[in-house]
């Protein structure tokens, strides 16, 4: 597969739709070096999974009984804004640990939501119960072509904006969003994969040399909190090989405050947790080494205007 | 006075010391075209003010009695940190309407900080009361020529950046940086001056044909609050020509929702001040007029992660 093609492709498919967010370079953090970082939280509906949303819908046919989507919140927020804006009918399936905030953004867009208690992985297999009862096509959060495509499109618009960094920190939950990136850079720059500790599906997969189920908790879970590493993020990381690094949700933290206090950005601790591996130093560069951060989503809760 | 070469100089003599601030095309706000913004509220300590505050200790000697500035808040902000930054002392006097937030934004520089009942000009005739007792420098928040010349800085980097907007729109307190844009524009482009219509010192000097008092209230009074528009603002203003136009407080607090909700950009009153001019239609731009908002100050109350 031509990674690189389909994700140039899916760029210019979705560019009347998604924002190109900005980029910038900063010291704000007081770390030995500058840091450059991607404001991909300010992408519509807050977080990068509205790439990957406008790819999937944009890519062949939506069956008339609409879209359906499983999500920890953003990737439904997602879903359903493209639904709407393409004028499709969308059933999303929220776990409840998607918490208010996410839940009434989702709300906003006028989907049919159903709440359902448990994680994530419960939300999804509501989500197929609705998929074969409708005949709803099924957008996955993280483990599908279309998906994965769509979340390279914001590497591909970084290195047109002059991204310069030998190495890349992402954090990652199920995978779609480093997936792309590794399918997009295709070794080029390295990338670090940050994981919180309490929600580490790619650490174990690595570990474990295949995808293996794992426990889910701590503050970044509604966004991070895949029980299992996506099939396509795993086959990726194995062949073309990333730095795993853990991070514990103290840090997270830290980094989120840093981010407001320093920067005025506002972001949920998933949106924090790549930061949160270079200045807690469980990434440490080499001397020289050019980092980047690549901020990814900005749901937080409780939402400050409310 | 060559004000373009000195604002030149001013951000080559900054640049070590403030963050080069990022800047986006959007259509998220549902405006009927494109609108290109600068995130000056992700500057030094939450406010364009930094720039203003670091150009003038570093234009020429500091006593050694150190610095002192009366501010709403902002000013305050950014001239304790600039002054740490550098090795000074600083005495800041601010109004009680300033607010918590911002008040404990100064504490945490470390700052001797004093908060006087009233609005800003009581704050001001007490620092000049510590100017004229301790040999202080007093740095003004708008209306001396090395603060101007800082906030220059700001469009000079926008221009750099590819700013392709034909006309600007730039919220108003004091008019230290609509001073700032006026004098490095030199009518290149077009200035829409936007205030609150309770607070709106600019508007009401171009009525009188000269600064004059006027009272002042309302939501972004701690930011805009200036009871007389700057000499060198109101000269500038005069001399090149602005649009005025005046906004309602209910507008502002519209757009300072809209850029929460629709860019996670989370923004005092006065940041978002300029967009409510586009967003109420107080400044309506004509067919094919390109159209830019710069978004000044991030320092809301109360703070989301206190």
Same mark, same amino acid.
């Given at each position: 597969?031509?990674?690189?093609?389909?994700?140039?492709?899916?760029?210019?498919?979705?560019?009347?739709?998604?924002?190109?967010?900005?980029?910038?370079?900063?010291?704000?953090?007081?770390?030995?070096?500058?840091?450059?970082?991607?404001?991909?939280?300010?992408?519509?509906?807050?977080?990068?999974?509205?790439?990957?949303?406008?790819?999937?819908?944009?890519?062949?046919?939506?069956? *008339? =009984?609409?879209?359906?989507?499983?999500?920890?919140?953003?990737?439904? !927020? +997602?879903? $359903?804004?493209? &639904? /709407?804006?393409? #004028?499709?009918?969308?059933?999303?399936?929220?776990?409840?640990?998607?918490?208010?905030?996410?839940?009434?953004?989702?709300?906003?867009?006028?989907?049919?939501?159903?709440?359902?208690?448990?994680?994530?992985?419960?939300?999804?297999?509501?989500?197929?119960?609705?998929?074969?009862?409708?005949?709803?096509?099924?957008?996955?959060?993280?483990?599908?072509?279309?998906?994965?495509?769509?979340?390279?499109?914001?590497?591909?618009?970084?290195?047109?904006?002059?991204?310069?960094?030998?190495?890349?920190?992402?954090?990652?939950?199920?995978?779609?969003?480093?997936?792309?990136?590794?399918?997009?850079?295709?070794?080029?720059?390295?990338?670090?994969?940050?994981?919180?500790?309490?929600?580490?599906?790619?650490?174990?997969?690595? *570990? =474990?040399?295949?995808?293996?189920?794992?426990?889910?908790?701590?503050? !970044? +879970?509604? $966004?991070?909190? &895949? /029980?299992?590493? #996506?099939?396509?993020?795993?086959?990726?990381?194995?062949?073309?090989?990333?730095?795993?690094?853990?991070?514990?949700?103290?840090?997270?933290?830290?980094?989120?405050?840093?981010?407001?206090?320093?920067?005025?950005?506002?972001?949920?601790?998933?949106?924090?947790?790549?930061?949160?591996?270079?200045?807690?130093?469980?990434?440490?560069?080499?001397?020289?080494?050019?980092?980047?951060?690549?901020?990814?989503?900005?749901?937080?809760?409780?939402?400050?205007?409310?």
């Amino acid at each position: 597969m031509d990674w690189n093609a389909e994700i140039e492709a899916a760029a210019t498919r979705i560019a009347p739709h998604v924002q190109r967010t900005p980029v910038l370079e900063t010291t704000a953090f007081g770390l030995d070096r500058p840091v450059e970082l991607k404001l991909e939280q300010m992408q519509r509906t807050g977080s990068f999974k509205a790439r990957g949303a406008f790819n999937t819908l944009l890519s062949g046919p939506v069956p *008339e =009984a609409g879209i359906v989507a499983a999500s920890g919140g953003n990737h439904g !927020a +997602a879903v $359903a804004h493209a &639904a /709407r804006a393409l #004028g499709h009918r969308a059933a999303i399936f929220v776990p409840e640990m998607a918490g208010a905030a996410k839940i009434a953004l989702i709300e906003r867009t006028g989907a049919e939501l159903t709440v359902v208690p448990g994680e994530y992985a419960n939300a999804l297999e509501k989500a197929r119960e609705h998929e074969a009862r409708t005949g709803a096509m099924q957008i996955h959060a993280y483990d599908a072509l279309p998906t994965v495509v769509g979340q390279g499109t914001c590497l591909a618009e970084w290195e047109e904006q002059g991204l310069a960094a030998d190495t890349v920190l992402i954090a990652v939950g199920g995978g779609g969003l480093i997936g792309g990136a590794l399918a997009w850079l295709q070794g080029r720059r390295k990338v670090v994969a940050v994981e919180p500790r309490t929600s580490c599906a790619l650490h174990a997969a690595l *570990e =474990a040399e295949a995808p293996v189920d794992v426990q889910v908790s701590g503050i !970044a +879970a509604n $966004a991070l909190g &895949a /029980r299992r590493i #996506g099939e396509i993020c795993f086959e990726l990381a194995r062949a073309q090989g990333v730095d795993s690094v853990l991070v514990e949700d103290e840090a997270i933290a830290t980094a989120q405050a840093a981010l407001w206090r320093n920067l005025r950005q506002l972001v949920e601790p998933a949106g924090a947790t790549a930061l949160a591996a270079l200045m807690s130093g469980a990434y440490r560069p080499e001397p020289g080494e050019r980092v980047a951060v690549l901020v990814c989503g900005g749901n937080i809760a409780p939402d400050p205007l409310e």
